[in-house]
């Protein structure tokens, strides 16, 4: 039985071996302002207390909305944000009043290690919803975050100078990149 069984796991282990990885890039991060959009209130907060299905949380600063100075964010026990009691962080939630409910998955949540980050990602956050609704204004802002901005600020420049591109080759209806970036001043 064995020396039927040796060329068949021959053959899978080859076959196996010869099915493609998956793409060679990552993913861009969604876009910041598809993720503003989704957003009732934007806030850096500090996380009080950790319990299951549910984050204390305290204001420091809101920036979008008006969240009362304490509250709780609901989040799901099975993909929880990387937070712990402690952490400052920019939150994008969702809903009219507490608890609120986590706009950004568990991997975009925006953890800030220092005041240093907590300023930057404030300006960035505040400059993102000024613009909203502005495609050029937004490239803009995307393209100063690619130039001077730490790692996560550029890949988030680029995820979202890729967004406005799409958008505006999807509404003109062409899909040469070159017509959508030319529009909105995005340069390939």
């Known amino acids: 039985m064995r020396p039927r069984l040796a060329p068949v796991l021959l053959v899978l282990a080859c076959a196996a071996g010869a099915q493609p990885i998956g793409h060679p890039l990552p993913p861009l991060p969604r876009a910041f302002h598809a993720r503003l959009a989704a957003a009732d209130v934007v806030a850096v907060l500090r996380v009080e207390r950790v319990d299951e299905g549910r984050l204390a949380v305290r204001l420091e600063q809101a920036l979008l909305g008006a969240p009362p100075a304490a509250f709780e964010v609901k989040r799901s026990p099975l993909r929880p944000p990387p937070l712990a009691t402690g952490d400052r962080a920019l939150l994008l939630l969702r809903g009219e009043r507490p608890p609120y409910v986590l706009a950004d998955e568990p991997s975009e949540v925006i953890r800030l290690a220092d005041d240093a980050m ?12 000024a613009a909203r609704g502005d495609p050029a204004a937004l490239a803009a802002l995307y ?36 017509d959508g970036a030319a529009r909105i001043g995005v340069a390939e």
């Open 118 to 129: 907590a300023t930057r990602w404030s300006e960035a956050a505040s400059g993102a919803l």
């Open 143 to 178: 393209a100063d975050w690619i130039e001077r901005g730490p790692a996560s600020l550029r890949d988030l420049g680029a995820a979202g100078r890729e967004a406005l591109r799409r958008d505006e080759m999807r509404l003109r209806g062409t899909s040469r990149a070159s």
